[in-house]
């Protein structure tokens, strides 16, 4: 199994709404990441999650908060959120780290959320 | 700064045509490149990945290039099908920390 699975797949939320968006893998990946990706641009990065700990925040504003239950599942909370946070959402995982030779790394197929 | 430059910016073939898709990079120290394949609001779909040591890679019609004194790299796909439009992105990461620098992408569109 070489998937990452994010729910949902689209999400529509008001500025005074909580939301949350999901990601799960099961390839004992002890790195998983959340990207925002805004059309036609590549994706950037906003949180790395190492064995389950927080280790990198892009100064990303405090109305998006990540969290890593557990080495499969990675979470992003979502409240009051602007209408140019609307994007799509990537989740990543990789093991050990993007950095070591030929680490492979997987994308899910994103969240596309809308911000009305 | 660490950046990754991809061109062309878009490109318009004939199905059954090849193609080449250019990546200069300026990270450094560098361990490796990869070539992702994203179709229009999906998430990059992994196609090569490759190590300073590695001079080319093949998968299926794809074969990616690394020159690493240069800094380039080259994605040629053979025999180009519809399927094959998408957004084609070089990312490549250092030996450290968890950072993938990503290029902006080559726009390719496949028509009959």
């Known amino acids: 199994d070489t998937e990452v699975t994010q729910t949902p797949k689209h999400l529509v939320m008001g500025m005074t709404n909580k939301k949350s968006l999901k990601c799960e893998q099961h390839?004992?990946?002890?790195?998983m990441y959340w990207y925002k990706q805004k059309a036609k641009k590549p994706p950037e990065l906003m949180f790395v999650?190492?064995?389950?700990?927080?280790?990198i925040n892009e100064s990303v504003p405090s109305r998006f908060s990540p969290e890593c239950p557990n080495s499969s599942l990675l979470n992003l909370h979502l409240h009051a959120l602007q209408p140019e946070d609307s994007a799509l959402y990537l989740c990543?995982?990789?093991?050990?780290?993007?950095?070591?030779?030929?680490?492979?790394?997987?994308f899910g197929q994103g969240t596309r959320l809308t911000v009305v | 700064k660490n950046q990754v430059e991809q061109s062309p910016q878009s490109l318009i073939i004939l199905e059954g045509k090849n193609c080449t898709l250019q990546?200069?990079?300026?990270?450094?120290?560098?361990?490796?490149l990869r070539w992702y394949k994203q179709d229009t609001g999906r998430g990059p779909v992994s196609l090569t990945i490759?190590?300073?040591?590695?001079n080319t890679k093949s998968n299926g019609r794809y074969t990616a290039t690394l020159d690493a004194d240069t800094k380039q790299s080259s994605l040629h796909i053979t025999a180009s099908q519809l399927s094959d439009s998408a957004s084609y992105i070089c990312?490549?990461?250092?030996?450290?920390?968890?950072?993938?620098?990503f290029g902006a992408g080559t726009i390719l569109r496949v028509k009959s």
């Open positions: 990543a995982s990789s093991s050990p780290g993007m950095g070591q030779k030929n680490t492979e790394a997987f």
């Open positions: 390839m004992g990946h002890r790195a």
């Open positions: 999650y190492s064995y389950e700990k927080l280790s």
């Open positions: 990546c200069n990079y300026t990270v450094s120290p560098f361990s490796n």
């Open positions: 490759m190590t300073f040591s590695e």
């Open positions: 990312v490549v990461s250092a030996p450290y920390g968890n950072k993938l620098v």
